[in-house]
């Protein structure tokens, strides 16, 4: 897979390559402003599941980016998008800061739907969802990160308790934002822009690289956030180019 | 494997075989009863974390079962018994109720051990398990059950957490409890019995008959507490016996 000369659309993880918690990556903003001159269209895509799209848009804003609600993609709205397609009745195990958003639970639920409720998880919300899926209902995943870096620390996402209820009831959740394909080609949907002629920029090697790439997207790989050293070597998930960072990506991007 | 003419122990499995809740199996008073009166050493196996060696005994004795404490080889004494032959420092994630049997956990911890919490599993409590875990200390579980019956229904055991641990950090725990070797190995052991001479009876396929077939042991499965039609036919285990219950499992042992 090669960088498309002049991309179609460039996709932009948030977290790890613009900002890292609340702080911006150095030189991030005005990146993007360059960026953004060039007419390219954007998306921005998340897999955080706690916080709702104002939100997000809340603290980007703060941090000096100028990104509209609309150019966001998070796995929360495709979440909805899904429910709403398929004329599901969720169970919601998911945070209360994202319930308006999704709507209300169902009392007779035809699927179990998970986002990251962090410290609102709880045994009894978890037993009440593994009931669920012994009867035979399909589990939805947000994402299934494995974990995030707060403020204080590395700190348990989505991913481990969706491990845990598949493990327990022995099922396999769908999952719903990044790796899945139709997260990254819903996003390219919206724009009409095909996946060869599209860059996506991440931090996290297999959820935005790789996903990016079984979606025949180029992924250029940054070295902040997740990033780790041995990144640059994996067997099984290319990057198109491993840069510094979100500034240099866009260089690359822009050729100069 | 067959079974022995003559065990020389027979390691019986708890819930499931002899009660199921807080019901005893129809018969299963009186079969132990019969089988003790042959003098054949006995054991009794228990995953159950949640509850101190004593409180299982309380709730045997009432149902009508003569058992000792000293009798009963639980994963909570085994892996107090692994902590203290290593000399770890223990961070515990287990439910208050074991929290004697078990001591205090270190403020400096050289290992995560976990057991099941039930309703005492928090996020906080997870979490932080979770950082020690990505500092390299390793996980210790009681047990990895699945899910257990409870009276309003089947709920979330000790597996799910240590699933969820597991994949969030990237590793494997080390198991204490069925169906771990040494766990059948040092209930024989205490009897110096050879497993080629002893028996388990067990109502689950993997953890109590794979478990003690790895370990060279003759197991009896009965249609009891988990059992499902489909484990007489698993490709991998093997009991040399199944039967309807414990009653018919002692007649066959007793050759009656």
Redesign the interface.
């Given at each position: 897979m090669q960088l498309p000369a002049a991309p179609g659309a460039v996709l932009i993880d948030l977290a790890g390559v613009l900002h890292v918690g609340s702080d911006a990556v150095p030189g991030a903003v005005e990146a993007l402003t360059r960026l953004r001159a060039t007419g390219v269209p954007l998306r921005f895509l998340t897999n955080t599941t706690r916080s709702p799209r104002q939100a997000i848009v809340a603290l980007l804003h703060e941090l000096g980016f100028e990104i509209a609600a609309a150019e966001i993609h998070t796995a929360v709205h495709a979440t909805r998008q899904l429910v709403d397609e398929r004329g599901l009745r969720p169970h919601y195990l998911i945070h209360p800061d994202i319930a308006d958003e999704m709507g209300p639970s169902h009392t007779e639920p035809s699927a179990v739907v998970i986002g990251d409720?962090?410290?609102?998880?709880?045994?009894?919300g978890?037993?009440q969802a593994?009931?669920l899926l012994?009867q035979g209902l399909p589990l939805i995943a947000m994402a299934r990160n494995?974990?995030f870096k707060e403020t204080d620390?590395?700190?348990?996402?989505l991913?481990?308790?969706v491990?845990?209820?598949?493990?327990?009831?022995?099922i396999e959740a769908e999952v719903v934002g990044k790796p899945a394909l139709p997260f990254f080609h819903g996003a390219l949907h919206e724009l009409g822009v095909e996946p060869a002629a599209a860059v996506l920029i991440g931090d996290d090697l297999h959820d935005d690289i790789g996903g990016a790439q079984r979606a025949g997207i180029a992924g250029i790989l940054v070295r902040t956030g997740k990033f780790r050293a041995a990144d640059e070597s994996d067997e099984e998930v290319h990057p198109v180019l491993v840069v510094d960072d979100f500034a240099a990506a866009v260089r690359a991007i822009l050729g100069g």
């Open positions: 409720a962090g410290p609102h998880f709880t045994f009894d978890l037993n593994f009931r012994m494995r974990y620390g590395l700190s348990l996402d991913g481990a308790f491990a845990a209820l598949e493990y327990a009831a022995g």
